[in-house]
């Protein structure tokens, strides 16, 4: 199993400024994964973080937008920019561990006003 | 990319009652099918899973199938109970790499 913090649990900010959000594995993975979750809907793929390599994005999903950093092999960062009320939703980072289930983050919960 | 489909979207039943939701995926490459519950306010958790060299997998109250050629799988969970009133989530993978979410079912199970 994993556990996994993220920092910070919730945060509101204003239009236009940016947020970046922490994730913290208790031990060593490959990858990590960030999602959105807007109000109400599924999880969506934002990009994968791999540890010495530029994260790899999904379609609709651009760096200028969401710069990822992946210093370690324990730590990834998530940056939301140029914040608008469409970004408001939960963002969660995940991983995998052995080849097994995935593991989920608690979520960061953000509200742009 | 991999297309996940899940239906229904919102599905109401007695407790006591079977439950069952659908997924299709379109790449045939997926091999990893995962189930999610998620409560509300809380992370996703993994309640079942099945892998392609398998067509059905049970766990107590909760099954999963799996038909390859039609790329389809199914949750079933039988003699519901309040607790189990969640919204659930199936996804598909290639090797664990990245995982495509259907879009949810919100299952109530009414007393």
């Known amino acids: 199993s994993a556990v996994i913090s993220q920092k910070p649990s919730r945060d509101i900010c204003q239009r236009g400024t940016s947020l970046t959000i922490q994730c913290q594995v208790d031990s060593q993975v490959t990858m990590m994964f960030w999602y959105r979750q807007q109000p109400g809907q599924s999880l969506t793929l934002i990009a994968t973080?791999?540890?010495?390599?530029?994260?790899?994005?999904e379609s609709g999903f651009v760096i200028d937008k969401f710069p990822i950093s992946r210093p370690n092999l324990t730590f990834s960062t998530l940056t939301v920019s140029n914040l608008s009320p469409e970004d408001s939703s939960i963002y969660l980072c995940?991983?995998?561990?052995?080849?097994?289930?995935?593991?989920f983050g608690p979520g960061t919960r953000l509200t742009v006003t | 990319g991999e297309n996940v489909e899940q239906h229904p979207s919102t599905l109401s039943v007695q407790e006591g009652d079977s439950a069952v939701i659908k997924c299709t995926y379109s790449?045939?490459?997926?091999?990893?099918f995962p189930w999610y519950k998620q409560e509300l306010g809380k992370r996703p958790q993994l309640i079942i899973d099945i892998r392609s060299n398998v067509g059905e997998k049970k766990d107590q109250r909760i099954a999963v199938t799996l038909n390859k050629t039609a790329k389809h799988f199914s949750l079933h969970i039988t003699e519901t109970q309040p607790e189990d009133s969640a919204v659930y989530f199936c996804?598909?993978?290639?090797?664990?790499?990245?995982?495509?979410f259907g879009s949810g079912t919100k299952l109530n199970v009414k007393p």
């Open positions: 973080a791999n540890q010495g390599s530029e994260a790899t994005y």
């Open positions: 790449d045939s490459a997926s091999n990893y």
């Open positions: 995940s991983v995998n561990i052995g080849a097994d289930e995935q593991y």
């Open positions: 996804a598909a993978s290639y090797n664990f790499n990245k995982f495509y």
